[in-house]
Nanobody, 122 residues
């Protein structure tokens, strides 16, 4: 069974930065593409970013391009999301996901973490 656990969420003022991490169990990390999604209160879960299993290719939504960076360290079994120039509209629960489908803007994960809250105040 795939196990994913997010960390690093919190509160930050607009313009600030946060780094989210997703730790994965050893049997599941390397073969999977991985990504991040956000879900604001009352809204559907939305794609944020994804990265291939090798880390050689990434896709980011237009709303975060130029501000967020996705990366992974397969040796440590950790995927990260560096979030800079945060805006109040970035406030959401952020979920880590893993899946075998090729990454794209419409990518969706097969396995999910529990989520971590990010709050950006104006």
């Amino acid at each position: 069974q795939v196990q994913l656990e997010e960390s690093g969420g919190g509160w930050v003022q607009a313009g600030g930065s946060l780094r989210l991490s997703c730790a994965a169990s050893a049997r599941t990390f390397t073969p999977y593409n991985m990504g991040w999604f956000s879900q604001a209160p009352g809204k559907e879960r939305e794609f944020v970013a994804a990265i291939t299993w090798s880390g050689s290719s990434t896709v980011l939504s237009d709303s975060v391009k130029g501000r967020f960076t996705i990366s992974r360290d397969n040796a440590k079994r950790i995927m990260s999301l560096e979030m800079n120039s945060l805006k109040p509209e970035d406030t959401a629960v952020y979920y880590c996901a893993a899946g075998r489908q090729p990454i794209s803007l419409s990518w969706w994960g097969d396995y999910w973490g529990q989520g971590t809250q990010v709050t950006v105040s104006s």
